[in-house]
Nanobody, 121 residues
């Protein structure tokens, strides 16, 4: 019904930047919250940042001041600008989108396939 396509991950040196994108398509009536989570090897998935339909944002303490989440409602896309990257930011990053689907107007939770971010010299 709804597909999420992530892009933008890769290998970057400490102090570098990356921008992740996640585009939603399919049976979308509207999108509520959009967010990014990450999961490092051997650790639980954790919230990185989230943004409401009204543009309010919330960040994990570990990324405040370095990461910025934004969304383009016309494109059904959420972005994560990551600056001053640290080795501890290395993880698989997943987008999460709360969608009201057109088929039944129910709110459904969708996840992207994940994109790997590696911060290493």
């Amino acid at each position: 019904q709804v597909q999420l396509v992530e892009s933008g991950g890769g290998l970057v040196q400490p102090g570098g930047s990356l921008r992740l994108s996640c585009a939603a398509s399919g049976s979308i009536f509207s999108i509520n919250d959009m967010g990014w989570y990450r999961q490092a090897p051997g650790k639980q998935r954790e919230l990185v940042a989230e943004i409401t339909s009204g543009g309010s944002t919330n960040y994990a303490d570990s990324v405040k001041g370095r990461f910025t989440i934004s969304r383009d409602n016309a494109k059904n896309t959420v972005y994560l600008q990551m600056n001053s990257l640290k080795p501890e930011d290395t993880a698989d990053y997943y987008c999460n989108v709360i969608v009201v689907v057109t088929t039944n107007l129910l709110t459904t939770d969708y996840w992207g396939q994940g994109t790997q971010v590696t911060v290493s010299s």
